[in-house]
């Protein structure tokens, strides 16, 4: 056997020595039950509204007020919109709400922040919030422009936002504790549905499987006892869960049970508050922080409790990205022992603290997953003609959904972010199909409709007929032309 060969099985045995002792990389372990800090806002505030789009979330307007023993320092109603993305965790500044305010709902419909209701402004005195709103303005991330809606009825603040069958309910508030204000998205038109039964105030509510818990409290009962209130769309009826005990200015929200166990978390906004940097201390009030992060289970109608949120702070945001929870911003409020009880002070963080839920990382096996791909409705354009050549766009989906996209005779899918209109389109029939994808990769689509555009063209001169005569003319030049050169030749 030659050198060679001898020195190439060597190498080829090395080789395979190596590939059978390496190990596998594996994904970094994921700790469950447990908060971690991210990248902080730019802008400190609380009262604001939060919400998740494509999984980016956006911290939109809120209150920079400091209070200072209870008497107003500085800042104000903000306009601030910035933009979080969890994968680069990183903040960018998008376009300002127009009605500045803080202490509005927020809701996602169509891939679009609708943000209603709230606070306009401060007293110059106190800092207290006054002027309640009924502004409904809505902000588009794909197009980073607002629109203003149709505004709510009732003018309220501290009310709660919820998407289900396709409708937006806007519960409590501070004008009336049981409104439940209804307004619909696709024809931008407001409704009253049944109001929550014995709420003397609410916390917060969150949706799991299009029925909306809410946490209210209620009459009879001192501190913060509350219950759990089932509101169902389908019947406009009420029904109770399991009395929880809940800290006041709680902040509500749910998980999927894509990535986590389909749970509610109610996040108090009380614990025991943070020591001042003089050493002078603070007083508790009133909150447990053992119980500063409650996990409700809808379906066994039961309560545990999670790790506590590891900053002490009220009025601060809650998104939901992938099935991890991140607590934004919010007002940390101290009262100084030696002052008492009646006098406190505010300041505004800018804190981004994700919590991920035990069980994270397996979907829920208590829940089947969902099968059904979604349904979606076209309700323009309708199978008939127009006699113009742009048409509206606009459809309705049953569910949350991560991509939405269109088909014209056939040919490939233009992705879209919500209704939009068609332009440009030529004379004659056309076809078009809808298709959408939910969060578990089923995709759908609508039927087809088949429309005509029939847009007469303006009035011109007489082409055709000007040709004609050209034409006339020409062979007549040409027969004279025949007979003078025939005469010459002659």
Same mark, same amino acid.
């Given at each position: 056997?030659?050198?060679?060969?001898?020195?190439?099985?060597?190498?080829?045995?090395?080789?395979?020595?190596?590939?059978?002792?390496?190990?596998?990389?594996?994904?970094?372990?994921?700790?469950?039950?447990?908060?971690?800090?991210?990248?902080?806002?730019?802008?400190?505030?609380?009262?604001?509204?939060?919400?998740?789009?494509?999984?980016?979330?956006?911290?939109?307007?809120?209150?920079?007020?400091?209070?200072?023993?209870?008497?107003?320092?500085?800042?104000?109603?903000?306009?601030?919109?910035?933009?979080?993305?969890?994968?680069?965790?990183?903040?960018?500044?998008?376009?300002?709400?127009?009605?500045?305010?803080?202490?509005?709902?927020?809701?996602?419909y169509? /891939?679009k922040?609708?943000?209603?209701?709230?606070?306009?402004?401060?007293?110059?005195?106190?800092?207290a919030?006054?002027?309640?709103?009924?502004?409904?303005?809505?902000?588009?991330?794909?197009t980073?422009?607002w629109?203003?809606?149709?505004?709510?009825?009732?003018?309220?603040?501290?009310l709660?936002a /919820?998407?289900?069958?396709s409708?937006?309910?806007?519960?409590?508030?501070?004008?009336?504790?049981?409104?439940?204000?209804?307004?619909?998205?696709?024809?931008d038109?407001w409704? /009253?549905?049944?109001?929550?039964?014995d709420?003397?105030?609410?916390?917060?509510?969150?949706?799991?499987?299009?029925k909306?818990?809410?946490l209210?409290?209620?009459?009879?009962?001192?501190?913060?006892?509350?219950?759990?209130?089932?509101?169902?769309?389908?019947?406009?009826?009420?029904s109770?869960?399991?009395?929880?005990?809940h800290?006041?200015?709680?902040?509500?929200?749910?998980?999927?049970?894509?990535?986590?166990?389909k749970?509610?978390?109610?996040?108090?906004?009380?614990?025991?508050?943070?020591t001042?940097?003089d050493?002078?201390?603070?007083q508790?009030?009133?909150?447990?922080?053992?119980?500063?992060n409650?996990?409700?289970?809808?379906?066994?109608?039961?309560?545990?409790?999670?790790a506590?949120?590891?900053?002490?702070?009220?009025?601060?945001?809650?998104?939901?990205v992938?099935?991890?929870?991140?607590?934004?911003?919010?007002?940390?409020?101290?009262?100084?022992?030696?002052?008492?009880?009646?006098?406190?002070?505010?300041?505004?963080?800018?804190?981004?603290?994700?919590?991920?839920?035990?069980?994270?990382?397996?979907?829920?096996?208590?829940?089947?997953?969902?099968?059904?791909?979604?349904?979606?409705?076209?309700?323009?354009?309708?199978?008939?003609?127009?006699?113009?050549?742009?048409?509206?766009?606009?459809?309705?989906?049953?569910?949350?959904?991560?991509?939405?996209?269109?088909?014209?005779?056939?040919?490939?899918?233009?992705?879209?972010?919500?209704?939009?209109?068609?332009i440009?389109?030529? /004379?004659?029939?056309?076809?078009?199909?809808?298709?959408?994808?939910?969060?578990?990769?089923?995709?759908?689509?609508?039927?087809?409709?088949?429309?005509?555009?029939?847009?007469?063209?303006?009035?011109?001169?007489?082409?055709?007929?000007?040709?004609?005569?050209?034409?006339?003319?020409a062979?007549?030049?040409?027969?004279?032309?025949?007979?003078?050169?025939?005469?010459?030749?002659?």
């Open positions: 056997m030659g050198k060679g060969l001898v020195l190439v099985l060597v190498l080829v045995f090395l080789t395979a020595s190596c590939v059978m002792v390496a190990e596998p990389v594996s994904a970094a372990t994921v700790l469950e039950d447990s908060w971690a800090s991210k990248a902080p806002m730019h802008q400190a505030r609380g009262g604001l509204g939060v919400a998740t789009v494509n999984g980016k979330i956006y911290a939109i307007g809120g209150s920079a007020v400091q209070t200072k023993e209870t008497c107003y320092v500085s800042g104000g109603i903000v306009d601030v919109n910035e933009e979080y993305n969890p994968a680069t965790d990183t903040w960018n500044t998008r376009a300002p709400m127009p009605t500045p305010r803080a202490y509005f709902a927020t809701a996602v169509q /891939n922040v609708y943000c209603i209701g709230g606070f306009s402004g401060f007293s110059n005195v106190s800092g919030t006054v002027n309640a709103t009924c502004v409904n303005e809505v902000y588009d991330p794909a980073d422009t629109t203003t809606m149709s505004p709510m009825p009732i003018a309220t603040a501290k709660q /919820n998407v289900a069958d409708k937006i309910y806007l519960l409590g508030g501070n004008t009336n504790h049981a409104l439940n204000q209804v307004y619909d998205p696709e024809n038109s409704t /009253n549905e049944t109001p929550i039964p709420a003397n105030f609410l916390f917060g509510s969150a949706v799991v499987d299009n909306i818990y809410t209210v409290g209620f009459s009879g009962k001192i501190g913060f006892n509350s219950r759990i209130e089932i509101y169902d769309p389908a019947t406009s009826n009420w109770s869960g399991t009395i929880g005990c800290d006041f200015s709680s902040i509500v929200t749910a998980t999927t049970g894509i990535m986590a166990p749970r509610i978390y109610v996040l108090s906004g009380w614990a025991t508050m943070a001042y940097s050493g002078t201390g603070s508790p009030y009133g909150g447990n922080p053992e119980k500063s409650q996990i409700y289970d809808p379906k066994n109608d039961s309560w545990t409790l999670g506590g949120k590891p900053s002490d702070r009220k009025d601060f945001g809650v998104a939901v992938d099935d991890k929870l991140y607590v934004i911003g919010g007002i940390v409020e101290r009262y100084p022992i030696t002052f008492g009880w009646g006098l406190y002070d505010d300041t505004p963080t800018t804190a981004n603290e994700p919590y991920t839920p035990a069980g994270y990382g397996t979907p829920d096996q208590s829940y089947l997953p969902e099968t059904a791909p979604p349904k979606i409705r076209i309700l323009s354009p309708l199978n008939q003609t127009y006699n113009e050549t742009s048409v509206s766009l606009t459809f309705t989906v049953d569910k949350t959904i991560n991509w939405t996209g269109y088909s014209m005779e056939g040919k490939d899918n233009m992705t879209i972010t919500g209704n939009t209109t068609l440009a389109l030529a /004379n004659g029939l056309h076809n078009i199909t809808i298709y959408a994808k939910d969060a578990f990769g089923k995709v759908g689509a609508s039927e087809t409709i088949t429309f005509t555009i029939t847009k007469l063209e303006s009035e011109t001169f007489p082409i055709t007929p000007v040709v004609a005569v050209s034409v006339g003319v062979v007549a030049v040409v027969a004279g032309l025949l007979v003078y050169f025939k005469k010459r030749k002659r």
